[in-house]
């Protein structure tokens, strides 16, 4: 039997994998909007320097999913999203979900709240970009789409956080310790610097300055409070957004919400605040946020110096 060549031709060119770049700069999702500079990015590392990355995801969700098939559904978009969970196919990836939980807060930030954030490690840049073409995501997908009013993918890299060489209290004896009406909070701040209206690297350094000042001094109260820090992220890229560039992504723990807010309402960090903080940053979120996954902390331990 003899092979019609032209339609082994179209066989093989079926079989070859969708190219991940052009595949996710291609996406066309009604939650926000995908930078193609960034899918640029995450797909420009050879497999050699290629390594890990932390997506944080901000999600608010529909009120009522809406389905791009048009299914009559009584499902709310928090439910939808309940069942996107794509967690076979990260598993399959070598992919995990390392902090996830619900905001109760949100102190700063502009538009309506925010209701829930996810951090998902990935084994490489490139991973996630090659899970976008495969057809078990894109099944899991839908319920995303239908349940999602906006999202935010900031793709991060962990950094060094500043040390405290002071002693830190016992938990149990900090003002505001865990209880089961109160128990641990993450609070997420997401970060825009201030470039001074001229994006130069003198002028971001210049807000990291003023950024530094602040942390210097809110760490000594803060930590009397039982502060920790779960994670603070670099963005290499905001991946689905509004537009915007954020710069970092931080996660700090405090044994309560009661606690955190002892140390928004200290007089001498609101001074400190309106002297260095307010100047280095042009955009922000606060976010309070009751953790159910929260294993950050280890995601990223011994990948930092410092």
């Avoid at 009661?258 to 007089?267: K, L």
Wanted: proline share 8%; glycine share 6%; no cysteine.
């Amino acid at each position: 039997m003899t092979v019609d060549p032209t339609t082994e031709s179209n066989r093989a060119a079926s079989d070859t994998p969708p190219d991940p770049v052009a595949a996710t700069t291609g996406l066309t999702v009604r939650y926000g909007t995908v930078d193609p500079d960034a899918v640029e990015m995450l797909g420009s590392f050879p497999p050699e320097q290629d390594g890990p990355v932390w997506m944080v995801n901000l999600m608010r969700y529909r009120d009522r999913a809406d389905y791009a098939d048009g299914r009559d559904t009584e499902l709310t978009g928090r439910e939808a999203d309940d069942l996107y969970a794509p967690l076979d196919v990260l598993a399959d990836i070598g992919a995990q979900v390392v902090f996830f939980g619900d905001v109760t807060d949100q102190l700063l930030g502009d538009g309506p709240p925010w209701d829930r954030v996810a951090v998902v490690k990935y084994p490489t840049h490139r991973s996630f970009l090659e899970m976008q073409t495969r057809e078990d995501f894109s099944a899991h997908h839908v319920h995303k789409d239908a349940g999602m009013e906006a999202t935010f993918i900031i793709a991060g890299q962990p950094f060094a956080p500043p040390t405290w060489d002071g002693e830190r209290p016992d938990p149990d004896r900090v003002p505001h310790p865990s209880t089961d009406e109160d128990g641990p909070v993450v609070v997420v701040h997401v970060v825009a610097f201030d470039r001074d209206s001229a994006d130069t690297p003198e002028a971001l350094a210049t807000s990291i300055a003023h950024m530094d000042a602040y942390q210097a001094h809110a760490a000594t109260v803060a930590v009397p409070h039982g502060v920790s820090i779960d994670g603070w992220f670099r963005a290499e890229a905001t991946v689905v957004g509004d537009g915007r560039r954020w710069d970092q992504v931080r996660f700090n723990r405090f044994p309560s919400r009661a606690a955190f807010m002892a140390v928004v309402f200290d007089p001498s960090r609101l001074e400190v605040q309106h002297e260095h903080r307010e100047v280095a940053m042009s955009d922000t979120y606060t976010l309070i946020v009751r953790p159910q996954i929260d294993t950050l902390p280890a995601s990223w331990e011994g990948l930092v110096d410092g």
